[in-house]
């Protein structure tokens, strides 16, 4: 089995990386701010699931096929890309008090909760970058001396998903705390509903040339 030590390292890397803004980061954030708490963590579980597939996806060599194939992989990135373009563009446009007292007081509709979670998903699931990152970082705490190599990825797998667990509740419980300034302050709702959708076009043009 992997050493403690080294699993250490693993998480600190993982860590590190989670701590970095990105599209995740900023849509949970807008969700946790604008929706309320239950909305977020729905949007946390779409992102878990996505990473979760992204394990999965880069154990079976889909990530060597998307290096190999240039052309998947420009299709993966532009629909992620065009993703996070239309999804900054309904922050853009929603109403500077989108928050309702369901969302203040922490309950949301099933629709809601559905549209967060796939949201999240989405996000994710179209970044080529979360895929081939798992396919980079991933073998490079795998030991083969250490046992089973399936049972290790397994692991590092598991761990990957449960940090980005920790930390995306941690932004949206934030979020959600803040929600209640903000709603008090309708010049701060404003400049953050732009500032979000901003952001995400600035990731969606990223990701669309790099």
Known sequence: MISLH???????????????????????????????????????????????????????????????????????RYGGAAYLVYVAWQIFRSPPFAMNAAAAAGTARSGALRQAFVKGLLTNLLNPKALLFCSVLLPQFVRPEAGSVGLQVSLLGALLVATGIVFDSAYVSGASRIAAWMRAHPLAQTVQRYTFALALFAFAARLSMD
């Open 6 to 76: 080294l699993l250490a390292l693993y998480v600190a890397a993982l860590a590190a990386i989670y701590a970095l803004p990105g599209p995740d980061m900023a849509l949970l954030l807008q969700t946790g701010i604008n929706r309320g708490m239950r909305p977020g963590f729905a949007a946390a579980a779409g992102l878990g699931i996505a990473r979760a597939a992204h394990v999965t996806l880069s154990a079976c060599g889909v990530a060597a096929l998307l290096r190999t194939a240039p052309w998947l992989y420009d299709l993966v």
